[in-house]
């Protein structure tokens, strides 16, 4: 079983709570013998060798994140790309991702001693393209959404998928989200919720003008491109997990496609996914049993 000697702590900032967790959090991990860094943003007196994430990022075995889930999105997009599990501590309110309770340090110790499931969740990366140049590009865990701005009509664009037309839409937007932003943004759109297993993505309208204009699941191995009419090409802004924007100028196409890299997401023993979406979703409140 895989165990973790080195481990790394961010979390929501400015926030009692979280501060408060992260120290008892420390305090318990070096007595177990543990090497424990704090980012530097939240840098706690007596830790070890505080450094911003992307730094401690390649000489970490573990990130814990104390928060709710926008603060796993953030910090799962920094330590992706070298590979590191992450393990969610929730201090947020509804919580897909950070599943384990800050009281539970008894699941928190069996994982780091390698009771656990980790799970590879797909990413996402859009790019902004003139011709066949990038000039800008960010990773989405959950979704990136074409969103209008600065205007109260609907948006036109097209869409296409590798390389073969779609759809004309009339909308307020479109998310394209992976499985795990499929219980976020997408799901209050009408999208379905696709299991974290399942290699795929959902294009998801935004109040479309259309109502034959359905979610799309697609293979997340297509190339998804959408073209903004010119017109309306200064009203639309690409975001990233609600995080990061992209601007679209003119001439420009927004793509997205599968990242190469995979969020490693670590669950304490136990953990079952449709327990939580009971859990989160009230599915089954009042019914009786069969």
């Known amino acids: 079983m895989e165990s973790f000697q080195r481990i790394a702590i961010t979390g929501k900032p400015n926030d ?3 501060t408060d967790t992260i120290g008892r959090l420390v305090e318990r991990l070096e007595s177990l013998g ?3 860094h704090v980012d530097s943003a939240l840098a706690l007196e007596g830790s070890t060798a505080d450094d911003t994430l992307a730094a401690l990022s390649p000489v970490i075995d573990l990130l814990i994140v104390v928060g709710g889930d926008g603060t796993l ?3 799962a997009k920094t330590v992706a790309e070298h590979d590191v ?3 969610g501590v929730n201090r947020g309110r509804l919580g897909f991702l950070v599943d384990v309770s800050p009281e539970r340090f008894d699941e928190i110790e069996a994982v780091i001693d390698g009771a656990m499931t980790i799970e590879e969740r797909l990413m996402l990366e859009a790019r902004v393209r003139v011709a066949d140049r990038v000039v800008a590009e960010a990773p989405a865990l959950n979704d990136v959404v074409l969103q209008k701005w600065n205007t109260s009509r609907m948006i036109e664009f097209e869409t296409w998928i590798d390389g073969e037309p779609c759809n004309r839409h009339r909308s307020d937007g479109l998310i394209i989200s992976t499985p795990t932003g499929s219980t976020a943004y997408a799901l209050s759109g009408g999208g379905p919720i696709m299991h974290p297993g399942i290699h795929a993505m959902a294009l998801v309208p935004v109040c479309p ?7 799309l699941v697609i293979s997340a191995d297509s190339r998804v491109e959408v073209r903004v009419a010119p017109e309306h090409i200064h009203q639309v802004h690409v975001s990233c997990d609600g995080q990061t924007d ?3 100028e003119d001439g420009v196409r927004a793509e997205i496609v599968a990242s190469p890299h995979r969020l490693r997401l670590v669950h304490p023993p136990g953990h079952r996914y449709f327990d939580i979406l009971r859990a989160k979703l009230r599915w089954g409140d009042g019914a009786a049993p069969c």
Request: proline letters at 9%.
């Open 16 to 18: 009692s709570a979280v």
């Open 34 to 36: 543990r090497t424990v």
């Open 73 to 75: 999105l953030h910090a």
């Open 85 to 87: 599990p992450v393990l």
């Open 209 to 215: 003008h259309t109502l034959s204009n359905r979610p």
């Open 246 to 248: 992209l601007t679209l």
